[in-house]
């Protein structure tokens, strides 16, 4: 009796079609992506699906319209993408830089014209904390999920596929950086002599995450809040003080509890 060998699932195959496309290895891709090759083989193998993070990231490697089908996957509106039946010519998303710097997924639609290009961001329930004392409760990545996935210029982001968005709580990086704002980081830099004077997130594993303008001295690393009340951070012991990611830029609101 000869048996069925079982599919692999079409997220699985979908993700070996993308290295084909890309003519990347399992390692290539894990190093465009920010994971492990184990990872990778465990994708393609289909013992464990991406994340929704992973799967805009994905997405942004693909581009429209192969994209289109990872964006689905990460919870993106699929109303709001473009598609292979959209002229060639509209096959990337405007962002009028005029009225709206960014735009939600699902209001894309509405921004289609022109040839530039943007990048699809996740907005993560993730809150980054800029108070004197860590929150008690905090939300790691792995426990994260996507509320909604923004779109943001290409020009702005240096590496499309590690870029996302993550909340600000607190003062401390007032008044340019008002509580409830929305801050874009740029996962994939982390070397610490690079982000030298630099708006930057740093990760520890039992307090969250903490923004501050990085800054490297001869004998300590510090995290300098914008707010003058709020004394520096020293970040040094780097086995407990990760960096997460560079911020490149941000969205605030003039009355953010209106």
């Known amino acids: 009796m000869v048996q069925s060998v079982p599919l ?16 990347l290895t399992q390692a ?34 693909a581009g429209p319209p192969e994209g289109t089908y990872f964006w689905e996957r990460a919870g993106m509106d699929s109303s709001g993408l473009p598609s292979a039946s959209l002229d060639r010519g509209l096959s990337s998303l405007r962002v009028n830089l005029t009225d709206f710097t960014l735009v939600a997924a699902r209001k894309a639609s509405q921004q289609l014209a022109g040839k530039s290009s943007a990048v699809a961001i996740p907005l993560l329930n993730v809150t980054v904390w800029g ?11 792995s426990q994260s999920v996507v509320e909604e996935v923004l779109i943001a210029p290409l020009a702005w982001c240096p590496h499309p596929e590690n870029m996302i968005a993550m909340h600000l709580a607190g003062d401390s990086m007032a008044p ?11 996962t994939a830099v982390t070397e610490r002599d690079h982000l030298h004077h630099k708006l930057a997130v740093v990760s520890h594993r039992d307090l ?22 709020y004394l520096p951070l020293d970040v040094s012991n780097a086995s407990k003080w990760k960096i997460f990611g560079e911020v490149l830029w941000w969205v605030s609101r003039d009355h953010p509890s209106s």
């Open 176 to 186: 340019v950086m008002l509580p409830g704002s929305i801050l874009f980081v740029d």
């Open 28 to 61: 290539g891709l894990a190093e465009r992506i920010g994971v492990s090759p184990a990872t990778v083989s465990r994708w393609i193998s289909g013992r464990h699906e991406p994340s929704a993070q992973t799967y805009v990231a994905l997405g942004n490697l």
């Open 208 to 229: 969250g995450f903490k923004i501050g303008r990085f800054q490297r001295l001869p004998t300590s690393d510090l995290m300098i809040s914008l707010n003058p009340k």
């Open 8 to 23: 692999s699932p079409e997220w699985s195959q979908r993700i070996r079609s993308l290295m084909r496309d890309l003519r």
């Open 131 to 141: 108070d004197r004392v860590a929150p008690k409760e905090n939300v790691s990545l």
